[in-house]
């Protein structure tokens, strides 16, 4: 019954911004690692940005300066600002998490992807 549900994807143009959320449901017990990852056509698919429990944050070179991402523990959701976007960074979108559930331990939990679409 544990599921991660993305949201806020959409087509914007070059130089714009959109916020993604990620929000976790279900019995869960940790939250531990969050994070988002992106796969373009014809790509395998890439880490675009972690954040731990401890609020470490790690981010791949192409977004640095771009993109930020946040967590937030009450609502057992996960963000990820884009700004200054560029016609690369369009692709499907997807959270993760490492959760502790009810009926498993440190399993890593996959959304459906969001769709990210940056074009004139």
């Known amino acids: 019954q544990v599921q991660l549900v993305e949201s806020g994807g959409g087509l914007v143009q070059p130089g714009g911004s959109l916020r993604l959320s990620c929000a976790a449901s279900g019995i869960i017990f940790s939250i531990n690692t969050m994070g988002w990852y992106r796969q373009a056509p014809g790509k395998q698919r890439e880490l675009v940005a972690t954040?731990?429990?401890?609020?470490?944050?790690n981010y791949a070179d192409s977004v640095k300066g771009r993109f930020t991402i946040s967590r937030d523990n009450a609502k057992a959701t996960v963000y990820l600002q884009m700004n200054s976007l560029k016609p690369e960074d369009t692709a499907v979108y997807y959270c993760?998490?490492?959760?502790?559930?009810?009926?498993?331990?440190?399993?890593?939990?996959w959304g459906q992807g969001t769709q990210v679409t940056v074009s004139s």
């Open positions: 993760n998490a490492d959760l502790i559930t009810l009926s498993r331990s440190h399993y890593i939990y």
């Open positions: 954040v731990t429990s401890g609020g470490s944050t």
